[in-house]
């Protein structure tokens, strides 16, 4: 078998699907490290393992093997020659996404507390799902090059997702997961996370602020990988991820949340020491509660949170009444009758008011003339900007900007 052709398959193979790709011999089995990053990986790894082992006893030549291990996930093995002991594996992958109604019957299985139900959903989530037929048809042609054997691969299934009675190592083995202190520590972790997400989903930033500094947790405490600076930042990228569901809870519409979300993940992967880490949880709390506040549409109707969201997204516009009914399919009259019982004022003074607070941060945190920033936020007629400007806020936009400045 010609090592450098095998070498190349898989290193295709690993750029054109979502899923590992590993080229493995039996020999090795013991020595192999199946996951690596992973909340589950010993036991991941003692199931796989235990699955190789028994397809090691019945592999042959140009076979694919399907394996269903009891964690219900799935592997496709390809034994390219028995006698040279070459085998490629493809997996973990799903074929259909573990629901709810299938991780506690696995749970059950593999003899784990029930607490760790959220820990498993979290892995499952980490598992792409595609298409078993065609991570088959890829190892079927990969069968017939490599091989030159036009004889249709057999194809074999070992079926472990229903779990036999482990023996006594894997009950040692489950015994020390359910008992470690990182366990009670991520118990902990999670109730305090729960506390935290709720302050983010009304936009409390005083009590979000409170709590986040009373049950700060070391990120050492969460252990990952070795590299701890990678650490912190795979613990600060899944905080992003439950920071901007919480909002989204909160009612903020997904555009804002994908615009924040984006920002904290890009300033998380470029920061290149712990101490920059460390200064980055506080901000993210602070910036997701400023944003549930400024645009959580929670309270509304379903109509007007339509108005709403259309009339933010285009602020620039020129904005009416009439648009804004026609784009959400309604009468102005009755739209305007709503609206103003929501919010407690007319549509036009809503958009002003938010054209003239938009301006405020610009003014704040750009360079921008005030003639632009006028046409940015729908008043390109800078002598009405100005007026409504000074109603809402007591100064002219230029005194405002020149205030801040001398502050």
Not at 44 to 49: A, D, E, G, I, Q
Not at 241 to 247: D, E, I, P, Y
Not at 335 to 345: D, H
Not at 349 to 363: C, D, E, G, H, V
Request: aromatic letters at 10%; proline letters at 3%; hydrophobic letters at 35%.
């Amino acid at each position: 078998m010609q090592f450098d052709i095998l070498d190349f398959t898989k290193k295709l193979l690993s750029k054109c699907i979502p899923v590992k790709v590993r080229q493995f011999k039996k020999c090795q089995l013991d020595s192999i490290t199946f996951e690596e990053d992973s909340d589950f990986s010993s036991m991941v790894s003692y199931h796989l393992l235990n699955c190789m082992k028994q397809y090691a006893k019945q592999c042959k030549t140009s076979t694919i093997t399907s394996i269903i291990t009891p964690l219900n996930t799935q592997y496709y093995i390809l034994c390219l020659s028995e006698d040279l002991d070459e085998h490629l594996m493809i997996g973990p992958f799903l074929e259909n996404p573990i629901t709810d109604d299938l991780v506690y019957p696995i749970i059950n299985n593999l003899k784990l507390n029930l607490d760790y139900a959220a820990k498993l959903k979290l892995y499952y989530q980490s598992v792409p799902c595609i298409d078993a037929t065609s991570v088959f048809e890829i190892l079927y042609t990969i069968n017939e090059y490599v091989t030159k054997n036009k004889i249709p691969p057999r194809l074999n299934t070992l079926d472990l997702s229903i779990l036999p009675k482990q023996d006594s190592s894997y009950d040692l083995l489950m015994e020390d997961m359910n008992r470690t202190s990182m366990y009670k520590i991520l118990e902990e972790r999670y109730t305090v996370e729960d506390k935290l997400l709720s302050y983010i989903t009304k936009g409390d930033i005083i009590l979000a602020e409170s709590h986040f500094e009373k049950y700060r947790l070391k990120h050492s405490e969460i252990i990952r990988t070795k590299d701890s600076v990678r650490n912190t930042k795979n613990i600060l990228l899944s905080a992003n991820t439950l920071f901007r569901k919480a909002a989204h809870v909160g009612g903020v519409h997904p555009i804002y949340l994908d615009e924040l979300s984006g920002k904290w993940a890009i300033r998380i992967e470029h920061a290149l020491s712990l101490e920059v880490l460390n200064a980055i949880p506080l901000q993210m709390v602070r910036s997701y509660c400023r944003l549930t506040k400024e645009y959580s549409l929670s309270q509304y109707s379903p109509i007007v949170k339509q108005a709403l969201t259309f009339i933010h997204l285009n602020l620039s516009s020129s904005l009416t009444v009439k648009k804004v009914a026609y784009e959400i399919g309604l009468s102005p009259d009755y739209l305007t009758r709503l609206f103003k019982k929501e919010l407690g004022m007319n549509m036009i003074t809503y958009i002003n008011k938010k054209r003239i607070y938009t301006s405020l941060k610009l003014l704040k945190n750009t360079e921008l003339s005030i003639e632009e920033i006028g046409d940015l936020i729908g008043l390109n007629n800078t002598s009405y900007f100005y007026t409504l400007f000074k109603k809402e806020i007591g100064i002219s936009p230029k005194q405002y900007r020149n205030n801040l400045i001398s502050n």
